[in-house]
């Protein structure tokens, strides 16, 4: 048997091990520059690198995109509900400010008067500009009989408030009242002249306006001159301001001097009242 035959094995064995340490020696071995298979490689798989960090960045950004929606709709909720708040302020502010001098006659009327008053918010009112017949939120449980004088705080010079005649109650319930204003046709007041004390009648109209005429026709009746409620008849509480004569009518052919009055309170803006219990 030759040599070879004998020794196969071992020789084998022999040459693996030399192999092994070979590329032990290569690998472990510093080197600036890379091999042939390695650059292949990495030629591979770099681009596959970078689709794989390109997406996953995407994704990242993806879902921090939708929770930064969530917080922008998170923080778009809490302005609307901020500029709700401060919308439903500033209409608060310009109500104030609109009932200014309404608010002033009203705290005024309150300290002086030497009526038991009984206030009430206005609640409802027949079609029209005028507040000629409304409804307000109280009634027989707060007291309001039927046939009350209705008032309002006015002005009737500059600083002196006083209570300026609205109407009358005409019909009560439970917890509602139903009010004509003197401007409407069905009211008549009798007046004093507070200058010259001499007396007369008033009434509403159709159209909101209030004329009259005085007992006497010779009185001394001018522009200008305040009316108040008499008391005569029982209809409206006495000394409570009606207006001011906004002109002079002589009537000789019917022996009477007629007037029209400017009534102290605006029947175009009513907000609240007063009821003389």
Same mark, same amino acid.
């Given at each position: 048997?030759?040599?070879?035959?004998?020794? *196969?094995?071992?020789?084998?064995?022999?040459?693996?091990?030399?192999?092994?340490?070979?590329?032990?020696?290569?690998?472990?071995?510093?080197?600036?520059?890379?091999?042939?298979?390695?650059?292949?490689?990495?030629?591979?798989?770099?681009?596959?690198? *970078?689709?794989?960090?390109?997406?996953?960045?995407?994704?990242?950004?993806?879902?921090?995109?939708?929770?930064?929606?969530?917080?922008? *709709?998170?923080?778009?909720?809490?302005?609307?509900?901020?500029?709700?708040?401060?919308?439903?302020?500033?209409?608060?502010?310009?109500?104030?400010?609109?009932?200014?001098?309404?608010?002033?006659?009203?705290?005024?009327?309150?300290?002086?008067?030497?009526?038991?008053?009984?206030?009430?918010?206005?609640?409802?009112?027949?079609?029209?500009? +005028?507040?000629?017949?409304?409804?307000?939120?109280?009634?027989? *449980?707060? /007291?309001?009989?039927? /046939?009350?004088?209705?008032?309002?705080?006015?002005?009737?010079?500059?600083?002196?408030?006083?209570? !300026?005649?609205?109407?009358?109650?005409?019909?009560?319930?439970?917890? +509602?009242?139903?009010?004509?204003?003197?401007?409407?046709?069905?009211?008549?007041?009798?007046?004093?002249?507070?200058?010259?004390?001499?007396?007369?009648?008033?009434?509403?109209?159709?159209? /909101?306006?209030?004329?009259?005429?005085?007992?006497?026709?010779?009185?001394?009746?001018?522009?200008?001159?305040?009316?108040?409620?008499? !008391?005569?008849?029982?209809?409206?509480?006495?000394?409570?301001?009606? !207006?001011?004569?906004?002109?002079?009518?002589?009537?000789?052919?019917?022996?009477?001097?007629?007037?029209?009055?400017?009534?102290?309170?605006?029947?175009?803006?009513?907000?609240?009242?007063?009821?003389?219990?």
């Amino acid at each position: 048997m030759s040599f070879f035959n004998r020794n *196969k094995e071992r020789m084998m064995v022999t040459a693996v091990a030399i192999i092994l340490i070979v590329i032990i020696g290569v690998t472990s071995t510093e080197r600036m520059a890379l091999s042939k298979v390695e650059k292949i490689i990495g030629n591979i798989l770099t681009p596959i690198g *970078k689709v794989s960090n390109s997406i996953g960045k995407g994704v990242s950004d993806f879902f921090e995109g939708v929770k930064n929606i969530g917080k922008l *709709k998170e923080e778009n909720e809490s302005l609307k509900k901020q500029i709700s708040k401060l919308e439903e302020e500033n209409r608060n502010y310009l109500n104030i400010i609109g009932k200014t001098d309404y608010l002033k006659n009203e705290a005024k009327v309150l300290e002086k008067t030497s009526f038991n008053l009984i206030s009430a918010q206005i609640i409802g009112k027949e079609p029209g500009s +005028w507040f000629d017949r409304f409804t307000i939120d109280k009634g027989i *449980k707060d /007291g309001i009989k039927k /046939g009350s004088t209705v008032v309002q705080g006015v002005e009737v010079e500059q600083n002196i408030i006083v209570e !300026g005649v609205v109407g009358r109650v005409v019909d009560v319930g439970d917890n +509602w009242s139903k009010i004509v204003s003197i401007i409407d046709e069905v009211n008549s007041i009798s007046f004093v002249n507070l200058r010259t004390q001499d007396g007369g009648v008033v009434s509403g109209s159709i159209d /909101g306006q209030i004329s009259g005429f005085l007992y006497d026709n010779k009185s001394d009746v001018i522009k200008g001159d305040k009316l108040f409620t008499s !008391g005569l008849g029982g209809v409206f509480a006495k000394d409570i301001y009606i !207006g001011e004569v906004d002109e002079v009518i002589d009537a000789e052919e019917e022996l009477m001097k007629k007037i029209t009055v400017k009534p102290a309170v605006n029947f175009k803006k009513l907000y609240k009242v007063f009821v003389i219990d």
